[in-house]
């Protein structure tokens, strides 16, 4: 226990949050690192994803990217890509946009594939063209499920750049790294506590957000009925 | 014999299933509990094998209040059949069977043979012994379920709407059924139904109700068709349906039996 | 190639010492799962406490979690037994929402009438709700199977050897041949230890997989006398 307070004790000293190497520094670096990664990985997986869901067609690409991206090691993606594209930033970055694209196309084409058809064919008897029904009736009763690919999409992303410290100068991994490198176990165990503070609250803000959205569909969610256990057996003729 | 003393009960949410039911069932007849939904005909019924306890009052079998049973015995010497047979979708047709012998502690072996009896005693075709429920149809599953219950030869059986997910057809086959089954094996048997036309068929003894458990009328299936209690009783039996009301021609030099639509319902045996 | 036809011991090596660090991860992250998801599913209250924990601990990446439980639990660093723990407790916290989901699936009308039938709380786990659950918790196994797999690889970052021993050797020692057979490699043993896992549920549960035997369309003639 007494290493946590090390740690701490290394987080609270002024040094490590000054410089080229300073906390505030690595952490806008990871985050930077996080959004356009995700950013770019969206931009590529929601068209396909809506194309999917909406047509139905190419179903199991999907599912066998999912399967395969799942399969991949990603330390192996990260140190091939270093290896063929040299040190630096851009090999991490295209790993992690590889890693990130299956879960945001899964989300995506779940979502969409998951709305209700009676509700479709409403809209389209109704005189929607398929474009507005992508937008005014799919993406809407989709969107939670979406933001819930999002948000593994992010958290993978988040692991995956810390791992990437590791072939590049980059990110709140360089301090794990660099404590493993010089059995520096305060600077290391900091890091990763960094690191997992970042990731749950990240987490917790996109859930909440995934509940706002979900809310905003469905109002009334109905509350868990009490299930069937043992003596206390419910349920009148 | 199965006595309700001043049985009570309600549910959380204040709704009252059951109130001040008191009733003697007796020993080696069927006696079907028929009502609408809410008449509480269920609960009942699952306050008999402690599926659930009565919020106040007791429910005695031979005399000994059920709470003196351990819950699980109690319900293994129980048969208790349910709508669409309730079978473990995990085991096959004899392991369904086999189901209370083998928590018993007989051998497998043994319960196996049970079960191929009882397939038999059932109906089914032994060819059926090694498949799953969900290969079988509606009525077969059933048939089982039947079975099943009386694996462990209670003396009583507990039917819970046991018919009432079958198509008219089927349904009339099983009912048949049981009354054979019944006539042989002279079970404590209490029925529960909505349906009165089943009640009438299957009951030694009917007890209709209206709700809350209250009796609305009680009498072998012959008195309650002849002297309906009230205008509920009268409303539920449809005492005033035309094939209700059955009128006697000759013609042929035959008794032909018509209903008040003039409709011939059969022939009177001479 | 030329790097594989000198080096396949050592690959089998260590694809030994990977297969001993994940199988033990992925058992002791289903001993964990299964007991708990059942607790979850019965009781919803403490049930959603447990799962929103399994969540955060899960939204914690991998290589901080391995350096954060040795300290927690004040196990060595750098050793086999801490790979497997976090491992394990990390699979744990994927499984055990499948293994909630799996338990609350069970129809209840089965449930209700397993119980009327008599059986006892024992019986209603062991030989009721346990192997209905089987095909969820095997999806669930499927899953936490190859992705322990792949995380396995970064026990080389903190110096214990498995298959990711090969990328951090490679990319130190600039051999691309020795990254791309870890990779393979590690997809191989994914791919092998998944397809156990859909043979084992098979013979779990022979009752899933039967519906295509011609169904009969008649009752058999009952003893019905009209």
């Known amino acids: 226990m007494s290493m946590f307070l090390e740690a ?229 003729s | ?168 057809i089927v349904r009339r086959e099983l009912q048949n059924q049981l009354l054979a089954l019944q006539s042989r094996l002279g079970k404590t048997m209490v029925f529960v139904t909505h349906d009165i036309d089943e009640a009438l068929l299957l009951g030694d003894e009917v007890i209709v109700l209206r709700s809350g458990g209250r009796i609305a009328q009680v009498g072998p299936p012959a008195e309650i068709l002849a002297a309906p209690a009230d205008a509920f009783v009268r409303d539920f039996i449809g005492a005033d349906r035309p094939e209700r009301v059955l009128r006697i021609v000759e013609t042929q030099g035959r008794k032909v039996v018509l209903d008040q639509a003039g409709r011939p319902a059969g022939v009177l045996a001479s | 190639m030329t790097w594989l036809s000198t080096s396949w011991p050592r690959v089998l090596e260590l694809t030994w010492s990977h297969l001993l660090l994940s199988l033990p991860a992925i058992l002791l992250g289903i001993m964990v799962a299964v007991p708990l998801g059942r607790i979850a599913s019965r009781w919803p209250r403490p049930g959603g406490i447990v799962l929103g924990a399994a969540s955060l601990l899960y939204a914690i990446p991998a290589l901080p979690l391995l350096i954060i439980i040795p300290f927690l639990f004040g196990f060595p660093q750098r050793s086999p037994t801490t790979l497997v723990v976090a491992l394990g407790v990390y699979a744990a916290a994927v499984l055990v929402r499948t293994s909630a989901d799996a338990f609350t699936s069970i129809d209840s009308k089965v449930r209700e009438s397993a119980i009327a039938t008599g059986h006892s709380a024992g019986a209603m786990f062991w030989r009721v709700d346990l192997p209905l659950a089987v095909p969820v918790l095997v999806s669930g196994i499927r899953v936490v199977t190859v992705s322990t797999v792949g995380l396995v690889t970064i026990s080389a970052l903190i110096g214990v050897p498995s298959l990711g021993t090969l990328f951090t050797d490679g990319f130190q020692r600039g051999i691309t041949a020795e990254v791309i057979t870890g990779i393979l490699a590690v997809i191989v043993v994914a791919c092998v230890l998944d397809a156990i896992c859909v043979v084992i549920g098979r013979k779990l549960t022979p009752w899933s997989h039967t519906r295509s035997q011609p169904k009969r369309t008649h009752e058999p003639a009952g003893e019905a006398k009209a």
């Open chain 1, 8 to 236: 701490f004790t290394w987080l609270a000293d002024s040094a490590a949050w000054m410089g080229a190497t300073s906390i505030g520094h690595r952490l806008g670096q990871h985050l930077i690192i996080t959004m356009i990664v995700v950013g770019i990985a969206a931009a590529i997986a929601l068209p396909v994803g809506i194309a999917i869901g909406h047509t139905g067609r190419g179903r199991g690409f999907v599912i066998a990217a999912a399967g395969a991206a799942r399969a991949v090691p990603t330390l192996g993606l990260l140190t091939i890509l270093a290896l063929a594209m040299g040190i630096g930033i851009t090999a991490p970055i295209v790993a992690l946009i590889v890693l990130a694209v299956p879960p945001l196309l899964a989300g995506t084409y779940a979502g969409i594939e998951n709305v209700e058809r009676t509700t479709i064919d409403a809209a389209r008897a109704a005189g929607m063209n398929e474009f507005q029904i992508i937008v005014h009736v799919e993406l809407p009763l989709a969107a939670h499920v979406i933001l819930g690919g999002f948000r593994s999409a992010t958290l993978q992303v988040i692991a995956t750049a810390t791992l990437a410290a590791y072939v590049s100068d980059s990110g709140l991994g360089r301090y794990i790294f660099a404590g493993l490198k010089s059995r520096d176990y305060p600077q290391m165990l900091a890091g990763a506590l960094l690191v997992a503070a970042l990731a749950i609250l990240i987490d917790l803000g996109l859930s909440v957000l995934q509940r706002m959205v979900r809310r905003s569909v469905e109002p009334r969610m109905p509350r868990p009925r009490s299930r069937v256990a043992g003596p206390s057996l419910k349920g009148a």
């Open chain 2, 1 to 168: 014999m199965i006595e309700f003393r001043a049985v009570s009960k309600s549910f959380s949410g204040g709704a009252v299933a059951v109130e001040e039911f008191s009733y003697v069932l007796p020993s080696h007849r069927t006696v079907a509990l028929v009502g609408s939904s809410g008449s509480g005909k269920t609960t009942l019924l699952r306050m008999v094998n402690r599926m659930l306890e009565p919020g106040s009052g007791t429910v005695l079998i031979d005399g000994r209040d059920v709470r003196e049973f351990n819950k699980v015995a109690l319900r293994r010497s129980i048969g208790y059949v349910m709508q669409d047979g309730g079978l473990l979708p995990h085991r096959t047709v004899a392991e369904n069977i086999s189901t209370v012998p083998v928590l018993n502690r007989v051998s497998r072996k043994e319960a196996r043979v049970t079960a191929l009896e009882l397939l038999e005693q059932v109906g089914l075709d032994l060819t059926l012994a090694d498949r799953y429920p969900a290969q079988l149809s509606g009525g077969q599953r059933q048939r089982v379920g039947v079975a099943r219950a009386l694996a462990a030869d209670p003396n009583i059986l507990l039917m819970d709407e046991p018919f009432g997910a079958v198509d008219p």
